[in-house]
């Protein structure tokens, strides 16, 4: 079953333009990260955010979290044709520490048009 | 450094086959997990590997094995296959520590079930 679920499903705006997405999760958590999937590959980390802060940047990249919501937001501002790609959530499985295994959230579908 | 390498990249089997699929973990890196991704949903997670044992399992059937070798790289077996079986299979590294280690995927096996 899937821990986060992301929204909206698809996303499409102009380039230059800023992207947000969100997604809600179901239980407590210690982290939520946020990762990037191009068509056809891999997934790539982008940003953690711990349970016990509200809000972290990384470059372009804007991460909130709520947990009285159990929700979180990544905004992409001035957002390139190279950020389209589908954008999950994920949380860890366990509490035991260490890199353990994630739940991740069905994604959004970012499309950046030129 | 080599990233984390998977093989084959594709594969196609028939129901009740057996397959198996390998993974190289980064270079440094300790642990392996195992993701299923069907088509349009998000990763789930099967089984993450560290020290030679199964250390956390997800919500997949004993068909579902794996190993990990000394040199921390590691296989996927799946006996019996079904047709629901067919998704990008990923395997994902990382090391084995206290605190947030972010997870490094391969760019996965493509298996077809016929």
């Known amino acids: 079953s899937q821990q986060g679920e992301e929204d909206p499903q698809a996303l499409s705006i102009q380039e230059g333009e800023n992207a947000t997405m969100n997604c809600s999760y179901k239980t407590s958590i210690n982290n939520l990260q946020w990762y990037r999937q191009n068509s056809g590959r891999g997934l790539v980390h982008l940003i953690l955010i711990r349970s016990n802060e509200r809000e972290k940047h990384s470059g372009r990249l804007r991460v909130t979290l709520d947990t009285s919501k159990k929700s979180s937001s990544l905004l992409i501002t001035a957002s390139r044709a190279a950020d389209t790609a589908s954008y999950f959530c994920?949380?860890?499985?366990?509490?035991?520490?260490?890199?353990?295994?994630?739940?991740f959230g069905k994604g959004t579908h970012l499309i950046i048009q030129p | 450094d080599a990233g984390v390498t998977q093989s084959p990249t594709h594969l196609i089997k028939t129901r009740g086959q057996q397959v198996t699929l390998r993974c190289s973990p980064k270079s440094g890196h300790d642990t392996v997990s195992w993701y299923q991704q069907a088509l349009g949903q998000g990763p789930q997670f099967i089984f993450q590997y560290y020290e030679e044992e199964e250390r956390q399992r997800g919500n997949f059937p004993d068909r579902f094995s794996g190993h990990q070798f000394p040199n921390y790289s590691s296989e996927l077996n799946v006996n019996a296959l079904l047709l629901g079986d067919s998704a990008l299979y990923l395997c994902?590294?990382?090391?084995?520590?206290?605190?947030?280690?972010?997870?490094?995927f391969g760019d996965g096996t493509r298996l077809s079930i016929l």
């Open positions: 994920a949380t860890d499985l366990y509490t035991g520490g260490g890199a353990d295994g994630l739940t």
């Open positions: 994902a590294s990382s090391l084995f520590a206290q605190g947030f280690q972010p997870q490094h």
